[in-house]
Nanobody
Framework: HVQLVESGGGSVDVGGTLTLSCAFL??????MGWFRQAPGKEREGVAA???????KYADSVKGRFTISRDNAKNTVYLQMDSLKPEDTAMHYC???????????????WGQGTQVTVS
């Protein structure tokens, strides 16, 4: 049974920092991604990391966000620096054996954690 649990969301001032965590149980696959969805908008890929720690980022977050993983803790992180109001969204963790990178084709999803920047 695969389970993904996000944490670390909250409210932050413009220019601030938040670090999201995604703890996973079971064997969800080696490719992990972070997505976000703002009200009235489609879900978009933010960052992804595979089993050998190759990474991909959306252009809108390059240079500001960093994805990483700690396999010993079964956890993936998303450090978000220099946050902007447009980063406000529900953020979701996803996992899959295939390298879907920023495409929303992942098999396993968490429930999401809200990030609000104002």
């Amino acid at each position: 049974h695969v389970q993904l649990v996000e944490s670390g969301g909250g409210s932050v001032d413009v220019g601030g920092t938040l670090t999201l965590s995604c703890a996973f149980l079971g064997s969800p696959g080696s490719c992990m991604g972070w997505f976000r969805q703002a009200p009235g908008k489609e879900r978009e890929g933010v960052a992804a990391i595979d089993g050998i720690r190759s990474t991909k980022y959306a252009d809108s977050v390059k240079g500001r966000f960093t994805i990483s993983r700690d396999n010993a803790k079964n956890t993936v992180y998303l450090q978000m620096d220099s946050l902007k109001p447009e980063d406000t969204a529900m953020h979701y963790c996803a996992a899959d054996p295939n390298r879907w990178w920023l495409l929303p084709n992942y098999s396993f999803w968490g429930q999401g954690t809200q990030v609000t920047v104002s």
